[in-house]
């Protein structure tokens, strides 16, 4: 079946150190997106990319990094410079997002 | 600028009972799509509907319909004899040609008491 899929589930980081979250898709999008929820704030951008080797920075991009070498992968880093990293990440795809997206089920990301 | 406002932050209600989201919508485009996303406690957005800013037909899928008027820029949202599963967070949200982004609400979180 196609879809998207993230992981891990949930991730637990020690303040100072960079983590990556794993996003893949097989729905062949050409767009992917990366989404952080907060309670009671919705969905903000981080990153998206419309194509291979190019992404643009989206409405909440400090501290997060982002590689898109493979048309299926979309991989988040959240790093040390972020300072408040706690937070529900989503990643979606879509063949353009005027139409909408898929979404993948979340990775939880806890700071200890 | 695109905005989506969910002015119910929780809702509450006993299983069986008819309950509306409310979604009013801002934005400049005279094209456009309207979207509702079911979000359970396992955590990922399930599509519900789209709907374009041509047609406002009202759309009925089984316990669930969706009233669209332009008049008031809302876009409502009803579950006709409510479920235990029906509990989730809904979200709102509206696309515009060229934005590279879904304006997203900042979601109704529905609870179904049996």
């Known amino acids: 079946d196609g879809g998207i899929t993230q992981s891990p589930k949930y991730l637990f980081r020690k303040e100072g150190q960079n983590v990556t979250l794993s996003c893949e898709q097989n729905l062949n999008h050409d767009a992917m997106y990366w989404y952080r929820q907060d309670p009671g704030q919705g969905l903000r951008l981080i990153y998206y990319?419309?194509?291979?080797?190019?992404?643009q920075k989206g409405d909440i991009a400090e501290g997060y990094s982002v590689s898109r070498e493979k048309k299926e992968s979309f991989p988040l880093t959240v790093t040390s410079a972020q300072k408040n990293p706690t937070a529900f990440y989503l990643c979606a795809s879509s063949i353009d997002s005027f139409y909408g997206y898929t979404f993948g089920s979340g990775t939880r990301l806890t700071v200890v | 600028a695109q905005k989506v406002t969910q002015a119910q932050t929780e809702i509450s209600v006993v299983e069986k009972e008819d309950v509306t989201l409310d979604c009013v919508y801002e934005t400049r485009d005279t094209t456009y799509y309207l979207f509702w996303y079911k979000q359970p406690p396992s955590g990922e957005l399930v599509f519900l509907i789209r709907?374009?800013?041509?047609?406002?037909q009202n759309e009925i899928s089984g316990r669930y319909s969706w009233n669209f008027q332009k008049s008031t820029s809302s876009f409502n949202f009803t579950i006709t004899a409510s479920q235990v599963v029906d509990s989730a967070v809904y979200f709102c949200?509206?696309?515009?040609?060229?934005?590279?982004?879904?304006?997203f609400g900042t979601g109704t979180r529905l609870t179904v008491i049996p």
């Open positions: 709907r374009n800013s041509f047609d406002e």
């Open positions: 949200a509206l696309s515009v040609p060229g934005a590279n982004n879904l304006f």
């Open positions: 990319s419309q194509i291979v080797n190019d992404f």
